[in-house]
């Protein structure tokens, strides 16, 4: 599998990241443990978490998602041939929030005690927080990294004059710099990515990593109408925003196109993403070994020009 930079990190990436946000969600440990058994036997060492990852879950408190990979990890004694991302700053409780630098180094720890590592590889913002300045934020990053407990850092949901006033910040003071941006991106949703975030990101070299690439589910094609709402815990709460004509114009399109390819419209819309100059990596999810079949054959997927053209029109 051919590995794509991360920004300028240093880190190098399959071109699909295999998001755990569903662990000790709609996934136990068990069988998460064999989803990313799978995962890493297909080569997708990618992996993304959150601090906050199930908090909620009625009964979680967050952390559970990564305690559940740290003990995969410890069991199967593969730290080093993962690339770990996790994020900090959304309310965890308790006044536990933001990008502080005091909450953050109290954050780190808790996700490295979770994860049982001593190293984070890529630690991200998981949303901007504008009660603290971005000099502050940057300077905590930048004793995790010379303290070697994080090797790089990246932003999630920052508008593109945020991020890129985060940018100016690390140059002008010798700081790290995100090197990627976490955004939702996928054919249903465009609009937030293109145009200014993507400008800032292209002209930054930045990685570029997208979430709710299958918009929640409906990019596979097993929501067609109101009825399909139950085939999944968050089928009724995503998808109705999609059941529209610009949404089913998306689903003919990846029809069409899985049949001319014999791909899974799930393959077909991660191998659009992965074809946009611009996208280091799509995260998408799976809750059953099967599933991660689709994502792997999204990475061998190459789409024609004429396909990726047809889809860009049917989500325009």
């Known amino acids: 599998m051919k590995l794509r930079p991360l920004g300028r990190s240093g880190l190098t990436v399959p071109p699909l990241c295999f998001g755990c946000n569903v662990f000790g969600w709609t996934v136990d440990e068990s069988a998460s443990f064999r989803l990313l058994d799978t995962v890493l036997d297909h080569g997708l060492n990618f992996l993304d978490t959150a601090d906050v990852y199930s908090r909620w879950v009625p009964g979680h408190t967050g952390g559970e998602s990564e305690t559940i990979i740290g003990k995969w990890m410890k069991a199967r004694g593969n730290r080093a041939r993962i690339i770990l991302a996790t994020k900090v700053g959304m309310d965890m409780g308790d006044g536990r929030v933001g990008l ?4 953050i180094a109290r954050a780190v720890e808790d996700s490295l005690r979770r994860l049982q590592t001593d190293t984070i590889d890529l630690y991200q913002s998981h949303k901007d927080d504008e009660t603290t300045p971005q000099e502050e934020t940057l300077a905590a990053y930048d004793k995790l990294i010379k303290a070697g407990k994080v090797r ?10 945020r991020l890129q006033n985060a940018l100016d910040i690390s140059k002008q003071n010798g700081l790290p710099r995100y090197e990627c941006l ?10 937030s990515y293109e145009g200014a975030l993507q400008r800032v990101c292209e002209a930054n070299d930045l990685g ?4 709710f690439s299958l918009a929640a589910g409906f990019l596979t094609g097993k929501y067609r109408s109101e009825a399909d709402y139950g085939k999944s815990p968050r089928g009724a709460r ?11 114009r998306i689903l003919a399109g990846l029809d069409e196109i899985a049949a001319e390819t014999r791909a899974e419209p799930a393959a077909i819309a991660l191998a659009w993403l992965m074809a946009k100059p611009s996208i280091t990596a799509p995260i998408a999810s799976a809750t059953k070994p099967a599933h991660v079949e689709t994502l792997v054959a999204a990475t061998k997927l190459e789409l024609t020009k004429s396909q990726i053209e047809r889809l860009d029109t049917a989500s325009t």
Request: glycine content about 8%.
């Open 100 to 103: 502080k630098p005091d909450y």
């Open 152 to 161: 790089a850092i990246g932003a999630s949901n920052f508008s593109a004059a």
């Open 182 to 191: 976490q955004p939702e991106y996928s054919l249903a949703e465009r609009a």
């Open 208 to 211: 570029v990593i997208t979430f």
């Open 238 to 248: 995503g998808i109705p925003k999609y059941m529209n004509p610009r949404g089913m």
